[in-house]
């Protein structure tokens, strides 16, 4: 009895130590992806962040740095609000996932079953989409942002504007990213489950998981402790005017905060598990992650010329490569001034997501890799400089690119009509219009009846278009003219548009 209860004594001392020893091995970890950020965020000179990681299926992780708003001493926390942008499309698969877990639809449905009006350019194509095909990028249809972006079109207005876009490619033989048709699944959803997708989304994920602080549009939101968007101009860190994905809700509308995105990235990981039930089918939640697609070397993160993975492809909302010999499931989420990413190690049981308050800062990509070295697969690479340069370079191409476009100034040119002259709306049926004014000798522009400009005299009927919105680098209008000299049209962003 005595050696009985010894060899407990010393089960329980070597239980407890080798339990003290994780938990020291966690808070060193932790230690350094802390230091790491802090001192990196500085480098890539990003206002806010906040962080979430889930390890065996665990929250071990929350936090917020620095402030919601250059300037001021609005700090950020783990329960402000940043915008998940296009990390969403990874819940809204989950909530057609649901509907297909209570036999309500089938992925190989076709969607004009459900929404017999949508039409797009390609009969073929409009006959033969699926469900699964609105979620994997493979449709045929070019990038279409410029439908929601800088515009007020309605949800039904945009899916309206579907059928004049010609396609790219032919249905499922490639990859180009699209939104659109997660805005198609988002009315598929309304359609079978009778109540818009924002509330669908709110009932059937945020309410189960307890997000009691996520959004599914930006008009909802009420509160304060909201991260603002900012963006580099002239070297200076800048705040913008904050964007809206609402008229595409269901491919990237949510916002949400680091305790609670925490609880999202805990159930995807534990097979959509929950305190109190789970939110699809194990064999639904496998169904989601599977790979669906290859993803072409043109569509996918340039972060792949450093990673090098052996394949690219995607799932229901997930872009999927190889790290180290194992599978990683991510996404990014952008916009205007906001970023975001969500990366899952799901052998491990390993995630991460990260917000953050300025465009394009991939320090996001780089504190995954980081994160999951430290946390699980070994190795100090430093991928901040790693990524700092690529993307820098990438930078420096563009602005080369743009420089180059940029049309070579003839001197002591005029016009060949007075200001007045050049005033009027012109249109495209499906780009939409340019009313152009002019008002005391100063000629200026709306796009779309959102995107406002001044317009400045450049060389014969050229002008230059500074836009009220700082970020955007100026354009240049071109007229053209019929056989009569009169106007007929503007040329800008490479289309025309013709004179109502």
């Not at 402000?80 to 057609?96: E, G, H, Q, R």
């Not at 509330?199 to 998981?209: A, G, N, S, T, Y």
């Not at 992650?289 to 090098?308: A, D, F, G, H, R």
């Not at 012109?426 to 780009?431: E, F, S």
């Amino acid at each position: 009895m005595k050696i009985f209860l010894t060899q407990l004594l010393i089960l329980a001392i070597v239980t407890g130590s080798t339990a003290q020893s994780k938990k020291q091995v966690l808070n060193n970890n932790i230690a350094a992806f802390n230091s790491y950020l802090q001192k990196e965020m500085q480098v890539w000179q990003i206002p806010g962040m906040a962080v979430a990681i889930v390890q065996n299926n665990e929250i071990v992780f929350t936090k917020g740095y620095g402030v919601r708003e250059t300037g001021t001493n609005k700090i950020v926390n783990t329960k402000t609000l940043f915008s998940c942008a296009s990390t969403t499309k990874a819940m809204t698969a989950v909530c057609m996932g649901i509907l297909v877990d209570e036999g309500k639809i089938n992925w190989t449905d076709q969607v004009i079953k459900y929404l017999p009006s949508f039409t797009l350019y390609d009969p073929y194509v409009t006959r033969e989409l699926t469900i699964q095909d609105l979620f994997t990028h493979t449709t045929g249809v070019g990038k279409t942002d410029f439908l929601w972006d800088d515009n007020n079109l309605t949800p039904d207005e945009i899916l309206a504007k579907m059928q004049l876009v010609k396609p790219a490619y032919s249905l499922r033989s490639s990859f180009i990213y699209q939104n659109i048709f997660y805005l198609v699944a988002g009315k598929v959803i309304e359609k079978i489950a009778g109540k818009p997708w924002q509330v669908f989304i709110k009932e059937r994920i945020f309410d189960p998981l307890g997000m009691v602080n996520t959004y599914a549009t930006l008009k909802e939101i009420k509160d304060e402790n909201l991260a603002q968007p900012h963006f580099l101009i002239d070297n200076k860190i800048t705040i913008i005017d904050k964007d809206t994905a609402d008229a595409i809700g269901p491919a990237g509308a949510v916002s949400s905060c680091a305790d609670d995105i925490a609880r999202w990235m805990k159930a995807m990981i534990d097979s959509s598990k929950y305190k109190n039930g789970r939110l699809v089918s194990p064999a639904t939640w496998l169904y989601l992650l599977q790979p669906k697609t290859l993803v072409t070397e043109s569509e996918y993160y340039p972060t792949q010329l450093i990673t090098k993975p052996n394949f690219t492809t995607y799932a229901m909302g997930w872009f999927q490569q190889d790290y180290k010999g194992f599978k990683l499931n991510f996404h990014t989420g952008s916009l205007a001034g906001e970023t975001a990413i969500h990366a899952q190690l799901p052998d491990k049981k390993f995630g991460i997501y990260v917000f953050g308050n300025l465009d394009h800062a991939e320090l996001r990509h780089a504190l995954i890799f980081k994160a999951i070295d430290l946390f699980e697969l070994g190795g100090n690479t430093d991928w901040s400089t790693i990524f700092k340069h690529l993307y820098d370079s990438l930078h420096t191409i563009s602005e080369n690119e743009y420089t180059a476009n940029i049309p070579v100034q003839t001197l002591n040119t005029q016009p060949s009509l007075p200001l007045e002259g050049y005033a009027g709306i012109y249109k495209d049926d499906l780009y939409g219009n340019i009313k152009i004014m002019v008002d005391d000798k100063q000629a200026s522009v709306i796009v779309n009846n959102v995107l406002s400009g001044k317009l400045s005299h450049f060389h014969f009927n050229t002008f230059k278009v500074v836009y009220q919105k700082i970020q955007y680098q100026p354009d240049y209008y071109t007229f053209q003219f019929d056989n009569e000299g009169k106007i007929n049209g503007v040329s800008a962003g490479g289309y025309v548009f013709k004179k109502e």
